[in-house]
């Protein structure tokens, strides 16, 4: 529901708040008072094309801001593209300038024009001379139909959901069929080849684990070999011309030994000696190399290269070789069951197909039913809306089958006996199909979640009874919607929940138009202006409170 719009620097509006709320919401106000430059601000709102001819005078920018309490389940979807919240209601900002630049936004974060177009169309529906924003589409009339259908239909729910059952059934099972169709004609060019490589896989037979193993195998091979030259050169270095380091430092410690005295002098180097002999017969014994088994390192490597190969050649990592076994097995098996599976899977198409053309026919025909019935009910609201000339009718027609069934669905209408029928938004203009949409939208109450309506020019060429009736639509279409109309209708505007005068001043040479709620004698008087023009008299007062109790 529209809660709120503010408008900065359009045409004649300065600066402008406006507060609505649900119910009948109606604005009223002399002849070019600025009553279509709301609907112009409205629409700039909701994303309608940007014209710089609609800033004020003397002003360089413009803006318009239109807030709302819900968020339809539509404009909700659209918005979780964008990651924008929306549980709180949403904010819909726009703005021009002289140079032609615009800018929008929702709820605080940029968007484009055209996003702001997809989720204003689902909050607000315009009538009148604006374009409608939802039934004269012809791709709602089905969803449309549905919901009507489903609040007269106890079981239609039912038909709905076994016809998509019965459909994506019947849809899975002929893909699978087309897929064994294509198998089966490039299986013998296929087949050799995955012969080959199965054969080629099971002998090579290779292990998740394996590559690593054998590489790490390889590399340590390698590496004991690299280790073993260094260990005997390092040998070679501690035992020159054949006699061991360890035993020429023996052989000089026991000659220091011998030298007499009180106290050898050369004791503590004699003791150092000895240790470094026998640190240096230790390390002369570790440094023996092991005798290493070179003789495997050929075969490692001609498995590892043989794996590496086979991985290179399939562009899958080794450990994945087994996997790619498995499905080229999968593959040559499908090939060699491929015409046992056909013919069952020929079996399942039809019998799926079966099922959902019961369906699917069972849907239709409800969808006819519920079509009479609402073409029964809309007929009963034309007469009282001065269209008792016009008709209405559903055609249903045979589509390609999908999810929602065989239908085809189009709302067609005549205003005029002896012409033919047309599609809903090429048989009626202006007033006429303002009505139109109103008595459609009183009978689909209830079957969607648009909560905003828009009506202007609705009393063209209407008054009286006519205006009456119009009125009392409006009234009930406002009982679970906001509806807001621009009338110049006593009738009409008698029926309002809230009531907004459109007034237009000039100071200084400056023209202005404002807007306010009014209420109590106020509301009189302007409901009385509407009766008699610029003159108020006592009948029309009278005439006017009559109205508004009414």
């Known amino acids: 529901m529209l809660i709120g719009l503010s408008i ?4 004649l509006i300065e600066k402008l708040n406006l507060e ?3 119910g009948l919401n109606i604005l009223t106000g002399e002849t070019g008072a600025g009553k279509s430059i709301l609907l112009d601000a409205l629409s ?5 094309r940007s014209d710089v001819g609609l800033i004020r005078h003397g002003c360089d920018t413009a803006s318009v801001v239109a807030e709302f309490d819900v968020t339809p389940s539509a404009a909700a979807g659209i918005l979780s593209e964008y990651d924008i919240d929306c549980a709180g209601g949403l904010i819909l900002r726009r703005t021009l300038s002289q140079d032609g630049r615009g800018r929008a936004w929702i709820n605080d974060t940029p968007v484009s024009v055209k996003t702001l177009k997809a989720v204003g169309d689902t909050l607000i529906e315009i009538h009148g001379q604006f374009a409608n924003h939802t039934l004269l589409n012809p791709s709602t009339h089905r969803p449309t139909l549905d919901t009507f259908a489903q609040n007269n239909i106890a079981d239609f729910g039912t038909l709905l959901s076994r016809t998509r059952e019965a459909y ?3 849809h899975t099972a002929e893909k699978r069929l087309n897929e064994l169709r294509d198998l089966l004609a490039r299986s013998e060019s296929e087949r050799e080849y995955l012969e080959h490589n199965v054969a080629e896989l099971r002998a090579l037979n290779p292990q998740p684990g394996e590559e690593e193993e054998l ?8 590496n004991a070999e690299k280790n073993a030259a260094i260990l005997s050169e390092a040998l070679e270095a501690l035992s020159p011309r054949g006699n061991s380091l360890d035993a020429q430092l023996f052989n000089v410690a026991h000659i220091l030994q011998r030298i007499r005295g009180d106290e050898n002098p050369y004791s503590d180097q004699i ?3 000895y240790d470094l002999a026998e640190s240096v017969a230790q390390i002369t014994q570790s440094l023996t190399p092991e005798t290493t088994d070179m003789d495997n390192l050929d075969e490692i490597e001609e498995r590892l290269f043989a794996i590496r190969a086979a991985a ?5 990592p080794a450990d994945e070789l087994q996997n790619m076994l498995a499905q080229m097995t999968d593959q040559l098996n499908a090939i ?7 013919k069952k899977m020929t079996t399942v198409v039809k019998k799926c197909r079966d099922e959902f053309d019961a369906a699917a026919a069972a849907l239709s025909a409800a969808r006819v039913d519920a079509a009479n019935t609402l073409r029964t009910h809309l007929l009963a609201e034309l007469p009282d809306l001065k269209l008792g000339s016009a008709d209405f009718m559903v055609d249903v027609s045979v589509a390609a089958p999908s999810a929602t069934g065989i239908d085809d669905v189009v709302f067609m209408i005549k205003t005029n006996p002896g012409s033919p029928f047309a599609p809903l938004h090429r048989a009626a203009s202006g007033g006429e199909l303002a009505r139109l949409m109103l008595a459609m939208r009183v009978v689909l109450a209830g079957t969607n979640d648009m909560h905003s309506f828009v009506f202007d020019e609705i009393d063209t060429g209407i008054s009286g009874a006519t205006a009456s009736a119009v009125g009392a639509r409006l009234n009930r279409l406002a009982q679970s919607n906001q509806a807001l109309v621009i009338t110049h209708s006593a009738q009409v505007a008698g029926f309002a929940t809230r009531h907004f005068k459109i007034s237009k001043s000039v100071t200084n040479d400056k023209t202005t138009t404002s807007v306010c709620e009014i209420t109590g004698d106020e509301r009189v008087n302007e409901v009385a202006r509407i009766i008699s023009g610029s003159e108020i008299t006592p009948e029309s007062i009278t005439m006017a409170k009559t109205l508004i109790k009414k």
């Open 336 to 342: 060699d069951n491929s015409d046992a599976e056909l």
């Open 312 to 316: 290179r050649k399939h562009h899958v």
């Open 215 to 222: 590489a790490t195998r390889r590399a340590n091979m390698m």
């Open 44 to 48: 700039l709102a909701l994303g309608a």
């Open 8 to 11: 900065s620097n359009i045409v």
């Open 20 to 22: 609505f709320g649900s």
């Open 168 to 170: 994506m059934a019947y």
């Open 271 to 273: 003791d150092k000696l």
